[in-house]
């Protein structure tokens, strides 16, 4: 993991008894390290987007969605690798290729909104940013997701972090809901008028580990830039 990764979640990981190195400044070069761990001992590498067991399993999100909202009209996702939005894209557009998929990422840093704009798999430089389990590139080589999302996924769209900061507060305050910023970036597309809503409407709202402190500050009001709480 990167020095990127909050510290509460490396304490979280090390407390369901894995073991944790912390190697550079991002998850790109997080993976080398591991990619050579992995060859050197052995290992099997499992990718927790670009494989195809992971974004069936993801689908599966999809298939729920169209049957509590039999009239889906749109679905906002968060978007890093592409694994989560790939599953549910593919899974909704078999079933009814009229509805829209939605991706939904932060300004920092976004990897797969970079390389669909590029047209394939760039590296993009990892910033701190509250939507930090978002951070991260596609893979050069990626072999899946990139392809998916190019294929299936209708629009794009990068929040702020005043945006996502907006976002968990309003899902605190008005949802009573503890959602970290990658989990939050589709409130905030809402929230900000970046999309256009025609229908009914899923916004998925994924992962609440988020440090507690951070989160009062936000929930607070208080302006919280993530470049400034790096350990």
Known sequence: MSNLVPQNKIN???ALGAEVRIVG???????????????????????PFDHRDI????????????????????????????GLIGGIAIALKALDPAIRVIGISME????MHASIQNGSPVEVKELPTLADALGGGIGLDNSYTFKIVQDLVDEL???????????????????????????????AAVLADRVSLTGPTAVLISGGNIDLNQHYRIIAGEYVDAALNQH
């Open 12 to 14: 979280a990981i090390k």
């Open 25 to 47: 400044a991002s998850q790109d070069e997080a993976e080398i390290t591991a990619d050579r761990i992995v060859a050197e001992s052995d290992m099997t590498m499992l990718s």
């Open 55 to 82: 974004i069936a399993g993801q689908g599966t999100i999809g298939l729920e969605l169209y049957e509590k909202i039999p009239s889906l009209s749109t679905v906002l996702a968060p978007v890093s690798g592409g």
């Open 108 to 111: 920092r840093g976004a990897a």
């Open 157 to 187: 769209i990068l929040v702020s972090e005043s945006e996502i900061a907006a976002a968990i507060r309003h899902l605190y305050w008005k949802e009573k809901q503890i959602v970290e910023g990658a989990g939050s970036v589709g409130v």
